[in-house]
């Protein structure tokens, strides 16, 4: 059980970095723009980190105000790539805040992951 939910992190951490990484490549090429690649990343990320946010393979408790919040702003970065995509498809450009945003949420939950136990 330890060693199925320590594959579940991994698998958790690859959804972290292909929306990170993925979002990165656009930023450093000053692309202001969303890629499936993003939401794909996303959702590995989301399907992983909640099946961990249920207590099995674990001999601690969960900080469920923590996973909570995570909660939360993983639905803002959804919203916000299902948003910012459907803006791009019909206007051709997406507004910079909403790119930002998105960066910035995730990594603030990758911060939350670590820094706060
Ligand atoms: C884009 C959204 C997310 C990002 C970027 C993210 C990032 C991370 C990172 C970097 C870690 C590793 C931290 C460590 O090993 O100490 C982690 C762990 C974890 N995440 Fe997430 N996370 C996201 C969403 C979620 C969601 C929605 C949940 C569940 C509600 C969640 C539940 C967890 C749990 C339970 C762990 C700890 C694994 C363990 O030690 O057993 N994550 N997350």
């Known amino acids: 059980m330890e060693i199925l939910r320590h594959i579940?992190?991994?698998?958790h951490l690859i959804g972290f970095a292909v929306l990170?990484?993925?979002?990165?490549?656009?930023?450093?090429?000053h692309r202001i723009r969303v890629t499936k690649l993003m939401t794909w990343g996303m959702v590995i990320a989301?399907?992983?980190g909640l099946a961990l946010?249920?207590?099995w393979g674990i001999e601690y408790d969960?900080?469920?105000?923590?996973?909570g919040v995570k909660f939360a702003v993983l639905l803002v970065i959804g919203a916000l790539l299902g948003i910012g995509s459907a803006r791009?498809?019909?206007?051709?450009?997406?507004p910079p805040a909403i790119f930002w945003s998105i960066g910035a949420l995730t990594l603030l939950n990758?911060?939350?992951a670590v820094i706060w136990r």
């Open 53 to 55: 946010a249920a207590p």
């Open 46 to 48: 989301a399907v992983a």
């Open 20 to 29: 990170f990484g993925s979002w990165v490549v656009e930023a450093v090429a």
């Open 88 to 94: 791009q498809r019909k206007t051709g450009s997406l």
């Open 110 to 112: 990758a911060g939350l």
């Open 8 to 11: 579940v992190v991994f698998i």
């Open 62 to 67: 969960l900080n469920y105000t923590k996973l």
